[in-house]
Every structure is written in C-alpha cells, then in structure tokens.
C-alpha cells in the first residue's frame, strides 16, 4: 500500500538557518503531495501542495519539490523564524478516491 | 474561507460515558473524515463519509461510530469511552474526489477520558 516517511524529530534550529525536512513516499502511480503544519494546540493547515512530478510548491518562504525519479517531497525554508516551530506532516492521495496517507510528522523547534 | 469547526476544544468524561465530537464545515464540501492524533503514532483515520449518510471505516474504527444526517455535519460517537480513548480529535472535509484536492482540518478536540 501507499506509504510516507518522513525524518524524525525534533530538528532543532536557531533563526535564521536553513531548514530541510525530508520526505519520501512509497505510492503506484501519480501521487498528489502535500505537506500541512499544524502549530501548538492548533489542527492542521496546508502548508503547500504538488500534483505532478517536478512541480515545485511553494508559501510562506517554503518550497519542497515533486521528485518522482527519487520519490521524495522534502521541504525547505532558507532562513526560518521562531514563529515556525511547529509539526509538519508530508502526505500523499493517491487517486480521487484515495484517503490522505500521512507520514508521521516532524517537529520544529527555532530558538532565537 | 473553509471553515471547519469542531464543538469543543477541550472535554473530559468519565469511564463508560457516551460522548459526541461534533463537527460542522461551511464551504458544501463532500467529504468529511475523522482521524485521532497520538504521540509517536501521527494522525490516524476513523472514520470518513463521502455523502450523507454514507460511511466508511477507516484504519481504527473499533469503540467508534459516526452520523452524518446534513451535509456540513459529521458527528463521531464513543458509544461507551475508555481511557485509551483519550486523544487529540481531529475532524477535516474535503470538497470533492480530485486526487488533488485539499483538505481542511478543524482545531482539534482534546478529550481525556477519567
């Protein structure tokens, strides 16, 4: 079956560094990819999205590529803030039908 | 905006209770889906309907049932609550059946079951 796995946390930063989150999916197919963030106390949000290989998704200063030679999704940020630290979540449908596969999420923490 | 809401950010209930986790979404979306977030373990999915008074399981539905009786409203239902139930509650829609589709999540529920 489908499957997401993402680097395990925490990653711990100091402002202003560069951020890599890796991700790399096991899916048949054309996957759409996404990545959500979900702050303290807060549910998840869409961070960004790719729906076909070599899109490039991209807000809030965060890019993560659709790789499918290489199945992989990481994400990146080149300066992060304080204001970042949260969980991510890559994840992946498979088709219209298809739930949302998660990974297992991977917590930020940024210190001034 | 898509808002989804969910009744109550926090609830604590007792040991054989009936408890309700409501769910309301504004934007006429579809689909609806409940999942439980746990450390270590992610989000997992419990329960999902693709129409009014659809249902389907999903990945743990064991010590759950669901109710969509209005198109905005997914209700998730611990028919009698156990302290294993205790968890983060997360309800999300989604408007159709694109793969590319986005889905929306609410704030969450914390539930603690005494």
């Known amino acids: 079956g489908d499957s997401v796995t993402q680097m395990e946390g925490p990653v711990t930063l100091s402002e202003e560094a560069f951020l890599t989150i890796n991700c790399t999916y096991t899916a048949t197919g054309y996957p759409s990819l996404f990545w959500y963030v979900q702050y303290p106390g807060e549910g998840l949000q869409l961070l960004l999205k790719?729906?076909?290989?070599?899109d490039k998704g991209s807000n809030k200063g965060f890019e993560a590529t659709y790789r499918k030679e290489t199945t992989s999704f990481h994400l990146e940020k080149g300066s992060v803030q304080v204001s970042d630290s949260a969980v991510y979540f890559c994840?992946?449908?498979?088709?219209?039908?298809?739930?949302?596969?998660f990974g297992k999420g991977t917590m930020l923490l940024v210190s001034p | 905006d898509v808002k989804v809401t969910q009744s109550s950010r926090y609830l604590v209930k007792r040991t054989g209770e009936k408890v309700f986790l409501e769910c309301v979404q504004d934007?006429?979306?579809?689909?609806m889906f409940w999942y439980r977030q746990d450390p270590g373990l992610g989000l997992r999915l419990i329960y999902f309907?693709?129409?009014?008074?659809?249902?389907e399981k999903g990945d743990i539905p064991e010590g759950y049932s669901v109710s969509r009786e209005k198109k905005e409203r997914f209700s998730l239902i611990l028919e009698s609550a156990s302290t294993n139930q205790t968890s983060m509650y997360l309800c999300?829609?989604?408007?159709?059946?694109?793969?590319?589709?986005?889905?929306?999540f609410g704030p969450g529920t914390r539930l603690t079951v005494l």
């Open positions: 309907s693709y129409d009014v008074k659809m249902k």
């Open positions: 934007m006429d979306h579809e689909n």
């Open positions: 994840a992946l449908r498979n088709s219209g039908y298809s739930t949302l596969t």
């Open positions: 790719a729906t076909k290989a070599d």
């Open positions: 999300a829609s989604r408007p159709g059946l694109e793969r590319t589709d986005t889905q929306y």
